[in-house]
């Protein structure tokens, strides 16, 4: 339920809601209440074109009929912020469960970087390995063209038996 939205990992508010087990109104009620807890880093409502690319990466397995506004979209620090306001047993459990995924989330990223790192080294060791050793098999083909273009001349040792 996280996705990438304008360069934020984000989860919507109706899935949020459906976490928290309270309608999509009551969250976004609770949140415009409060809303100088929510700048624009923490929580952002999403344009029609990108609620409509978001529908088609998530594909027909959701009902989305329904939402008669653009939905709006939490970031890690929103969701943080939420747990002060809906303060119920299951939004402090639900809460911590979120947290936790995203910093498996950001874990992971971070691995992916070293792992990008790691094969950018072994480009750059490769590369210079075909530059250093490019001469030495050159040399190697040079020499063989030229065995084959011209083969060199050999003396005959012994008796030519046409001749007799």
Avoid at 107 to 116: V, W
Avoid at 133 to 148: E, Q
Wanted: hydrophobic share 40%; net charge positive; charged share 25%.
């Amino acid at each position: 339920m996280i996705y990438e939205i304008r360069k934020h990992k984000v989860m919507l508010d109706s899935d949020l809601a459906e976490l928290y087990q309270v309608e999509t109104k009551y969250l976004n009620r609770t949140v415009k209440r409060h809303i100088k807890r929510f700048p624009p880093d923490f929580m952002f409502q999403i344009t029609a074109k990108e609620w409509e690319i978001l529908k088609c990466q998530i594909g027909t397995s959701r009902n989305w009929g329904g939402t008669r506004y653009l939905p709006y979209v939490f970031t890690e620090q929103g969701i943080a912020m939420l747990s002060g306001l809906l303060n119920s047993d299951i939004a402090i459990s639900v809460n911590i469960q979120i947290m936790r995924a995203f910093i498996q989330l950001r874990h992971y990223i971070l691995n992916q970087a070293d792992a990008n790192e790691q094969i950018a080294e072994l480009r750059k060791l490769l590369m210079l390995y075909i530059e250093k050793n490019d001469k030495r098999v050159n040399d190697i083909i040079i020499a063989l063209n030229n065995l084959l273009i011209q083969p060199k001349e050999t003396k005959r040792i012994g008796f030519n038996v046409d001749e007799q």
